[in-house]
């Protein structure tokens, strides 16, 4: 009777290990497809994630290379490349509809900013979000019944620590290339006010800040440097550059 109890007792561990063996690698799994679904949702770009690595009994977990690629008509191949995002989640709310996160941690994001005469690639994911912004408030009253089931989130703390944009540009036979680091960007308690926020327009909050940042520093930067080195050439030279970097911003 007791070698019966024991193998049972050994026959239910390896059970609930291939369970929850099961459930770890279908939930890393899932993450991985709903960022790769939303994303291009928002950005109209691809987006792609190499691995989500989450435990449920802790509430951690860790996104690993996340890379947004450039809207049409860019050279460089992404916009955004993460190489790790921790997430720490208060593990009681995981069951519940609004998922409350109380941290998420961007480790030093790097940006590309591709600017010609005819505009750049952060300005155009930029109008991308405003519009997807737009439209996600224009059908808030379509919602159908899945999206209104669907998990919501409440974010004590976003940190996007030490971003880092290089910048790239070239017009009138100019080319201008320079790295610089960008402030750490800080956001707190999104999504408090209601009852939490949708995956998307958690995405939308976490990448306006940091693409208005970028574009405000590299067009900046562009607009400086671009100036001097057409000094030499000229009155209607300079003219041109001038406007070519007001295109910029668009």
């Known amino acids: 009777m007791k070698k019966i109890l024991l193998s049972l007792l050994a026959l239910i561990l390896i059970l609930a290990a291939g369970t929850f063996g099961y459930l770890y690698f279908s939930l890393n799994g899932l993450v991985k497809k709903a960022v790769e679904t939303i994303g291009p949702k928002v950005t109209r770009t691809t987006v792609s994630l190499h691995s989500a690595v989450l435990s449920p009994l802790s509430g951690s977990?860790?996104?690993?290379?996340?890379?947004?690629?450039?809207?049409?008509?860019?050279?460089?191949?992404?916009?955004?490349?993460?190489?790790?995002?921790?997430?720490?989640?208060?593990?009681?709310?995981?069951?519940?509809?609004?998922?409350?996160?109380?941290?998420?941690?961007?480790?030093?994001?790097?940006?590309?900013?591709?600017?010609?005469?005819?505009g750049n690639n952060l300005g155009e994911l930029m109008k991308n979000?405003?519009?997807?912004?737009?439209?996600?408030?224009?059908?808030?009253?379509?919602?159908?019944?899945?999206?209104?089931?669907?998990?919501?989130?409440i974010v004590k703390r976003i940190l996007i620590e030490s971003p880092r944009l290089t910048v790239s540009a070239s017009a009138l036979n100019q080319s201008i290339a320079q790295s610089l680091p960008l402030s750490t960007i800080e956001l707190n308690d999104v999504g408090s006010d209601g009852s939490?926020?949708?995956?998307?327009?958690?995405?939308?909050?976490?990448?306006?800040?940091?693409?208005?940042?970028?574009?405000?520093?590299?067009?900046?930067?562009?607009?400086?440097q671009g100036i001097n080195i057409l000094k030499h050439e000229g009155?209607?030279?300079?003219?041109?550059?001038?406007?070519?970097?007001?295109?910029?911003?668009?």
């Open 61 to 118: 977990g860790q996104l690993n290379g996340l890379t947004i690629d450039n809207p049409q008509g860019f050279s460089s191949s992404h916009a955004i490349r993460v190489g790790s995002i921790t997430v720490i989640v208060d593990k009681n709310s995981l069951l519940s509809k609004t998922i409350l996160i109380n941290e998420i941690l961007i480790a030093r994001p790097e940006i590309t900013l591709e600017g010609t005469l005819s």
């Open 129 to 153: 979000i405003k519009s997807f912004g737009s439209d996600a408030k224009s059908k808030k009253g379509e919602e159908s019944s899945s999206e209104r089931s669907s998990r919501r989130f």
């Open 196 to 224: 939490g926020i949708s995956a998307s327009d958690l995405a939308c909050q976490i990448m306006t800040p940091l693409l208005t940042s970028a574009i405000k520093e590299g067009v900046g930067m562009i607009a400086k």
């Open 235 to 250: 009155i209607d030279q300079l003219n041109k550059a001038v406007q070519g970097i007001s295109n910029l911003f668009k």
